[in-house]
């Protein structure tokens, strides 16, 4: 194998440099997991017009074949998250899978089927409740709503000031939450009512335990993937090796200070990912 320093980013951490070993060492038994918005699509103000980097299929289809899985792990729909990303049909990516609504949903990329409980019905109850909290609160036309199913998200990116219109309506949402079972995903200028019990740890654990992997790399950008992180770091203590990666961005210092790598948004992601498949191949 070719000495991978050239190519590939140093860890700041041991942790992560032994991650990094175990991904290059033994990658038919490793799950590389990552989130969509903003790891592997751009954020924009408008979520319905997010699209995959250009270069992540095909760095996603260069590198999959070399290892056990790559599971999409997403707060979206997850049929939503392959029509935006482009997964489907792709050559190289039977080892996909994108589990959407924070792993509630699945979809394989062999199969192309979508497996998925029952909704859950206080998420109906809350969407019902929605407009009146709003209009209470006063917020301005800046402030929108995303239907997600599953889910429903209040954004304020578009807002006069988006972090005022956060933060003023972070306790009512959290009350109509509690009211309806639900929780609350707070993210980069959005709230997300969902039902309990499930996150992207859960789902990225349950998919390692699942594929029998020995090692694991998560790359995320948000507060919605600090569950994934720690997910890793559990892992890490009973002996499975990993690398955590930071998707780059000044909103969430949180997951940068706890990264082992932090990479220059979608664009450094994908780059990671075609040097791990040049390292590879």
Do not use: N
């Amino acid at each position: 194998m070719a000495d991978h320093a050239a190519k590939l980013p140093t860890p700041v951490t041991p942790a992560g440099r032994a991650g990094l070993d175990a991904v290059l060492a033994h990658p038919g038994r490793t799950v590389i997991g990552l989130d969509f918005d903003g790891t592997l699509a751009p954020i924009v103000a408008d979520p319905e017009q997010a699209r995959a980097h250009p270069d992540a299929v095909p760095a996603l289809a260069a590198l999959a074949p070399r290892i056990a899985s790559v599971a999409v792990i997403t707060g979206r729909p997850a049929t939503v998250a392959v029509e935006h990303g482009g997964f489907a049909d792709v050559p190289g990516l039977e080892h996909l899978v994108v589990l959407g609504h924070y792993g509630a949903e699945r979809w394989d990329a062999r199969s192309g089927e979508v497996s998925a409980p029952a909704p859950y019905p206080g998420v109906a109850a809350a969407r019902a409740e929605l407009p009146g909290i709003l209009a209470a609160v006063g917020a301005g036309p800046g402030t929108w709503t995303e239907e997600k199913g599953r889910a429903v998200a209040v954004h304020t990116r578009r807002a006069a000031d988006p972090q005022a219109a956060f933060e003023a309506l972070r306790g009512p949402l959290t009350e109509l939450a509690a009211r309806h079972g639900l929780i609350v995903e707070p993210g980069r200028m959005v709230l997300e009512l969902r039902p309990p019990g499930m996150d992207k740890g859960v789902a990225l654990l349950d998919h390692v335990r699942e594929t029998g992997a020995e090692a694991v790399l998560y790359a995320g950008d948000d507060l919605g993937d600090l569950p994934a992180f720690a997910a890793v770091e559990v892992l890490r203590s009973v002996g499975v090796p990993g690398l955590l990666v930071c998707s780059g961005s000044s909103e969430v210092a949180e997951l940068a200070e706890r990264a082992d790598l932090v990479v220059d948004g979608p664009a450094g992601v994908v780059q990671l990912l075609r040097a791990l498949a040049a390292e590879l191949s």
